[in-house]
């Protein structure tokens, strides 16, 4: 171990702490995994609490598909190995971010119980907010903004969530949001509620 | 497109942006990324720009093989094909990172000009700056800190770069740090003079 002095500032070997990251952006690093049917509204629950996060001068960042799908998983497809795979990766980039000190909100069906406990258990504990956006499948359905239902119905999709793959609901979810009662700005609310009681909303 | 009002405050369906993360941050994301040969210096100067620029009150976070080869990537062994995999990703995620306006410092060999041309190819220009931390073999081996290149002429680790593998080195990188005149806390200095200027250090 060596240390150096330059402008009056000693630098050492070795990393700048977590901590400090997390007193630089006055939060701490989180992840927010929002879990749930397609058309369920994670991602439209997902851009306003990163609005409001930004309000409050927090550091957020989502991952969703458009920046993972066509990056980081790019070379990843349907298989069953590859959908755990894609959560896996996701889970793995989240915690990096987390442990950047980032408010980091993750919006995938994630349909699978075992991977998204996976990624749970890859954290420690009180960093992983799985946050179930729970809808039936008969209203996401009748939202269908995509038109991905109809497709799948028609089995121009195969092994859709909801359609012909199974969505695995969260048994022990640290909350649970259902957007056939709830707007999208109180679900962000409440989200946002959360992690203020919670204490990341400071270091 | 919707937006409801809460608490004086419009919400509106729609990412924050990049642009958004840079100014509550008050700094440009971009990927810094260190090349070279093992005992080159990398991780050492990684360190202590990362502590320069938590001094500034930047946020940076510093990708190397202690949170990437243990979690992200290791289900990635040493192949040709999982060694280009492994940069990949690892450009992958900095580009995540850089998005989200932060500054990214990667450490890795990364020996094949291909791979990390792929990387800057898939950023804009001015995101991914090259860091080539040069340093002859022969000095190299000499450092030696964890005995690995002692351990590669015995053929005990296979494919190490600069013996049995090639490392080759950047034609046009950004800056070029010498490790043999240059010490770590001043390599890092001149990082953060060339990330100042490049106007980085503010949004």
């Known amino acids: 171990m060596t240390t150096v002095k330059a402008t009056n500032v000693t630098w050492h070997e070795g990393s700048v702490s977590r901590q400090e990251r997390e007193q630089l952006l006055n939060q701490k690093g989180v992840t927010v995994w929002m879990t749930g049917l397609s058309a369920s509204g994670k991602s439209t629950i997902a851009c306003i609490l990163e609005q409001m996060l930004l309000h409050r001068k927090k550091h957020a960042y989502r991952l969703d598909g458009d920046n993972i799908r066509m990056g980081l998983n ?4 349907f298989s069953a190995e590859d959908r755990a795979e894609n959560i896996r990766r996701i889970g793995e980039v989240a915690k990096l971010f987390t442990d950047a000190g980032v408010i980091a ?7 699978y119980k075992k991977d998204r406990d996976a990624v749970r258990a890859n954290m420690k504990p009180g960093e992983f907010v799985e ?13 269908d903004p995509k038109g991905l239902y109809k497709k799948a119905r028609a089995g121009q999709i195969k092994g859709f969530t909801g359609i012909d793959d199974p969505y695995e609901a969260p048994e022990n979810p640290e909350m649970v949001i259902d957007t056939e009662t709830m707007q999208p700005h ?5 989200i946002l509620a959360y992690l203020e009681k919670g204490g990341y909303l400071a270091a």
Chains 1, 2 share one sequence.
């Not at 909100?105 to 349909?111: A, N, V």
């Not at 946050?131 to 939202?143: F, G, T």
């Open 131 to 143: 946050v179930y956006v729970k809808v039936s499948l008969e209203a996401a359905e009748k939202r």
């Open 105 to 111: 909100i993750t919006s995938f069906i994630s349909p």
């Open 74 to 77: 790019k070379n990843l497809a």
């Open 186 to 190: 109180e679900a962000a609310a409440q």
